[in-house]
Nanobody, 127 residues
Framework: VQLQASGGGLVQAGGSLRLSCAAS????????MGWFRQAPGKDRESVVAINNSGDFRYYANSVKDRFTISRDNAKDTVYLQMNSLKPEDTAVYYC?????????????????????WGQGTQVTVSS
């Protein structure tokens, strides 16, 4: 599967952005999906994830109550709505797909579980 992320940009602290990740292939609905981010000089970290049906979600503590992941399996797209953005949210954001279908269960939040990666989109939050 190929992934194309978009929607990044420059925003002031407290603002919002919506990232999209469009997937190719007819098996999108079977893949758990995740968003990860990598800030300069830091390791890539898990931000949010969603299982294949959209019934289960994972949120990192740092983004709970601010970020929302959703998916539209009819459009082969996953979204990341980011509200109340902080300067520490500045990073390159990557969407990823896992071939390990967790079924009726929460998705994995570990990087190693994800096999397919998009190219990344820059999010910069100014103070």
């Amino acid at each position: 599967v190929q992934l194309q992320a978009s929607g990044g940009g420059l925003v002031q602290a407290g603002g919002s952005l919506r990232l999209s990740c469009a997937a190719s292939g007819r098996t999108f609905k079977t893949y758990p999906m995740g968003w990860f981010r990598q800030a300069p000089g830091k390791d890539r970290e898990s931000v949010v994830a969603i299982n294949n049906s959209g019934d289960f979600r994972y949120y990192a503590n740092s983004v709970k109550d601010r970020f929302t992941i959703s998916r539209d399996n009819a459009k082969d797209t996953v979204y990341l709505q980011m509200n109340s953005l902080k300067p520490e949210d500045t990073a390159v954001y990557y969407c990823a797909a896992s071939s390990r279908n967790t079924g009726w269960a929460p998705p994995s939040a570990t990087i190693q579980a994800y096999d397919y990666w998009g190219q990344g989109t820059q999010v910069t939050v100014s103070s």
